[in-house]
């Protein structure tokens, strides 16, 4: 069920910075280490995305 609704919401993620060059290549140059320019923008921003809603799950901040 949960690499369901992740999949999803990579589709979802991908399909927005495709539509929305501009916000992806901006977040995409977000960060301290310089952004490698043979990635491409949209790929970068999708998989940030996907990154943040993972770590910030209670399952990857807390200890039970």
Do not use: C, M, Y
Not at 2 to 15: A, V
Not at 26 to 33: E, N, V
């Amino acid at each position: 069920a949960e690499s369901s609704i992740l999949l999803d919401n990579l589709k979802h993620q991908r399909s927005a910075f495709n539509r929305a060059p501009q916000a992806a290549a901006k977040l995409a140059a977000t960060g301290d280490t310089p952004r490698r320019p043979d990635l491409d923008d949209s790929a970068v921003a999708t998989w940030t995305t996907l990154s943040s809603l993972l770590l910030n799950l209670d399952e990857a901040i807390s200890r039970e």
